[in-house]
């Protein structure tokens, strides 16, 4: 089966408001050449995920073998061939010098011969365009540093291969950002993670790229994974992990993050939320201390807190265009999921999501049993027309079906995804668990964050957040306080 590539695709057509045939066709013209400097602790790590994550991209890539004391590993390039051709099979990397017109990008500090170059810096990225000079790194860059330079710098590629309205992006000339520390100066977050009592719910885009980051974190500890599905083809271009030949397996999603976390304790729990929450209250696995949110509807957030864990990490993606990363971090006294996404928008009808994927109007919608007609079509952005063309002469009551914009197991099947995008919002989390890891006790404040990643983190992007004083996590404490109590209690027997 040829490797799909709709999602990336109908992510860049959503940006860009471009045609998909000669958007794709464009793309795949484009020729970015790699080479990066083996001497800059985490640049092996950081190859490994940029070629992958180009891979998901349908461009022409060549890899520069590196020379002298600078030449790349045999075992290193055999590598990262091998992670390409897991993720499409039919398209080789080229290992050689740069072809003429290649966008060069580069994992170093030496930028001179690079259109683009990005390093990682402790558990943060420095991305640097000509003329803006490296200061010295700080410490050695970590996995987490590793997985976040190449997630941006493929989201600078992308921009620069895809056809994009100006004034809907914003090219990075230069970014010193830290998903552990933000933008403050910080002490030194330790290197290490031990983990205790973690959960991760969601094994798709957000939570493969969560167990990327931890693997080669080489995080130790214990990780209870819950997802109901299975791993499919389209996963490949989409998720951090997982192969061609996996999705040819079917295997279920969380033995694909349980077999990248060979450091750490897995428990699988191949089912649903209520699933997880039935084995915390039978005492047969423990309340989880911190619960990495990783899924993708509000419906499954309400959810994720029900579990009332001590903390709820959420990393969500959306926006228009499926560009935008987000962190909610949430507690059982609040603010809470519910406080985040508050209870009357938590369904998003079959209505809501035609309407969304396609800009037709609500109140046409809604005289559903009236067949669609070119009229219709007139005014809508060209995605939608796009998508409703073929549909023309059927009533619109079922089109939602038709069109695949209904949600199977939870999940929306009909959503552009790009995994540099998921990588951001899993970096996001990770670096908010690292931060809460070393300040256990201290009054640290809750994160809302927010950024788009056509536009790259900023500054104003990061928020407070309190308690709304109507929610549930405020007029219901005694009640959370007890079902916590009780969980907390089957925690200790769970231990004996
Ligand atoms: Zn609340």
């Excluded at 009551?397 to 199977?408: D, H, I, K, P």
């Amino acid at each position: 089966m040829p490797t799909d590539y709709s999602r990336p695709l109908l992510l860049a057509g959503t940006a860009g408001g471009s045609e998909p045939d000669s958007l794709r066709a464009r793309i795949e013209a484009s020729q970015v050449h790699i080479s990066v400097d083996p001497t800059v602790p985490g640049s092996g790590t950081c190859l490994r995920v940029l070629v992958a994550d180009l891979r998901r991209l349908p461009v022409q890539l060549s890899l520069d073998p590196g020379r002298g004391s600078k030449r790349l590993g045999d075992d290193l390039v055999d590598q990262v061939l091998r992670i390409a051709a897991g993720i499409d099979p039919q398209r080789s990397i080229r290992v050689g010098g740069a072809p003429p017109d290649a966008v060069h990008v580069q994992v170093g500090v030496d930028h001179a011969a690079a259109d683009l170059t990005g390093v990682p810096d402790g558990h943060g990225t420095r991305i640097r365009r000509p003329g803006y000079p490296f200061p010295r790194l700080e410490h050695a860059g970590s996995g987490l540093g590793a997985v976040l330079t190449a997630a941006m710098l493929t989201g600078e590629i992308f921009k620069m291969v895809t056809a994009l309205r100006p004034g809907t992006y914003r090219h990075i000339d230069t970014l010193n950002f830290c998903p552990v520390a933000l933008f403050s100066s910080h002490h030194r977050a330790p290197e290490h993670l031990h983990v205790e009592r973690l959960a991760l719910v969601g094994a798709g885009a957000i939570g493969t790229a969560v167990a990327l980051i931890l693997s080669v974190l080489e995080a130790t500890g214990d990780l209870t994974v819950i997802d109901r599905q299975i791993f499919e083809s389209p996963n490949v271009i989409t998720y951090s992990l997982g192969t061609d030949e996996d999705a040819g397996a079917r295997l279920p999603k969380v033995d694909i993050v349980g077999t990248a976390l060979q450091r750490m304790n897995i428990r699988r729990v191949h089912g649903t939320v209520d699933d997880f929450i039935s084995h915390i209250d039978a005492g047969t696995m423990p309340l989880p201390h911190t619960v990495l949110g990783a899924v993708d509807n509000i419906a499954a957030r309400h959810d994720l807190q029900r579990i009332y864990a001590d903390l709820v990490l959420d990393g969500g993606t959306g926006g228009r265009a499926g560009t935008t990363v987000s962190l909610h971090e949430a507690l059982p006294t609040g603010p809470c999921m519910r406080c985040y996404f508050p209870t009357n928008n938590a369904t998003v009808t079959a209505e809501q999501r035609l309407h969304q994927a396609t800009g037709l109007p609500l109140a046409r919608i809604a005289q559903g049993d009236q067949a669609l007609t070119e009229d219709d079509l007139r005014g809508l952005p060209r995605q939608g027309r796009r998508l409703l063309e073929q549909h023309l002469g059927k009533p619109v009551c079922g089109l939602g079906r038709v069109m695949n914009l209904t949600t199977v197991n939870g999940d929306n099947s009909y959503q552009p995804s790009a995994a540099f995008v998921a990588q951001q919002a899993a970096s996001l989390m990770v670096g908010a668990l690292i931060a809460r890891a070393h300040n256990e006790d201290s009054n640290v404040r809750m994160r809302q964050i927010e950024y788009d990643t056509l536009y790259g983190p900023q500054l104003d992007m990061i928020d407070d957040r309190r308690p709304r004083s109507d929610c549930y996590c405020q007029t219901s404490q005694d009640v959370i306080r007890a079902v916590r109590n009780e969980r907390l209690g089957a925690v200790e027997a769970y231990r004996l």
